[in-house]
C-alpha cells in the first residue's frame, strides 16, 4: 500500500513539475527543504514540539496553542513547519521570537519525511485540522513519535472520499495518538474511518 501511495505521489510530482517551474516564484519556495533538506536543529535534553500548519489559515489558527504551550512549557522547543509560501512568510512573522525553527514540511516521499525527521527529532508532533500524510505519519510512528491532531475537521465530502480507502484510512489513522476535532459531527466521521 505505502509503495503504491509513493508511486502516485511520484507520478503526481512529474505531472506538476511544469507548473512547479512555470510559476516556480509561488511554488518552489522551499525546495531544498521540501526534500527533507530543512536546518539540523542542534539537540540538547529539552523535548521538542513540532507543530504543522498548512497555510495562512492553520497557522493563524496555532497563534493560541503555541502560546499556551510556551506559558505551560517554557522548557519545551518549538519548530513550526507550513506547506505553503504564504504560510511560511505568516509563521516567520507570528513565531521569529518563539519558535527555534521554522521550515517547510517535507514532500510525502519516505527519504524526504526521514530526513526531516532526523534533523528535527521531535518529541510530539501536533498536526493542525486534519494534514493525514501516509509516509509522515508511519516513519514519525516507527520513531515512537507522539502524534496528536489539533483543532481537527473532516468535512461529508472528505470523509465519503475517505470512505472509498477504508481499510487503507483504518490502517493510517492508528499511527495518530490522540485528534481532537472541532465538533462531534467531525469526531464521528474520523471514527467511522476507523
Not at 511544469?18 to 536543529?41: D, N, V
Amino acid at each position: 500500500m505505502f509503495a503504491l501511495y509513493s508511486i502516485l505521489l511520484t507520478v503526481g510530482f512529474l505531472l506538476m513539475l511544469p507548473l512547479l517551474l512555470w510559476r516556480r516564484e509561488k511554488y518552489a519556495a522551499g525546495f531544498w527543504q521540501k526534500f527533507g533538506y530543512i536546518p539540523e536543529l542542534r539537540q540538547n535534553d529539552n523535548s521538542i514540539i513540532w507543530i504543522h500548519c498548512v497555510s495562512v489559515g492553520e497557522t493563524n489558527a496555532a497563534v493560541p496553542l503555541v502560546k499556551a504551550v510556551k506559558q505551560e512549557y517554557p522548557d519545551f522547543r518549538i519548530v513550526i513547519s507550513t506547506t505553503t509560501k504564504t504560510g511560511q512568510e505568516l509563521a516567520n512573522k507570528l513565531f521569529a521570537d518563539i519558535a527555534d525553527s521554522i521550515f517547510y514540511f517535507p514532500f510525502d516521499w519516505k527519504f524526504a519525511v526521514r530526513r526531516a525527521l532526523n534533523r528535527i527529532k521531535p518529541n510530539i508532533v501536533l498536526l493542525m485540522e486534519t494534514e493525514i500524510w501516509f509516509n509522515f505519519l508511519r516513519e514519525a510512528k516507527r520513531d515512537r513519535r507522539y502524534i496528536f491532531i489539533v483543532n481537527g475537521r473532516i468535512s461529508k465530502k472528505s470523509s465519503n472520499r475517505y470512505q472509498k480507502i477504508r481499510k487503507t484510512m483504518s490502517r493510517i489513522l492508528k499511527f495518530i495518538d490522540l485528534a481532537l476535532m472541532q465538533t462531534n459531527s467531525d469526531a464521528q466521521r474520523l471514527l467511522r474511518l476507523g
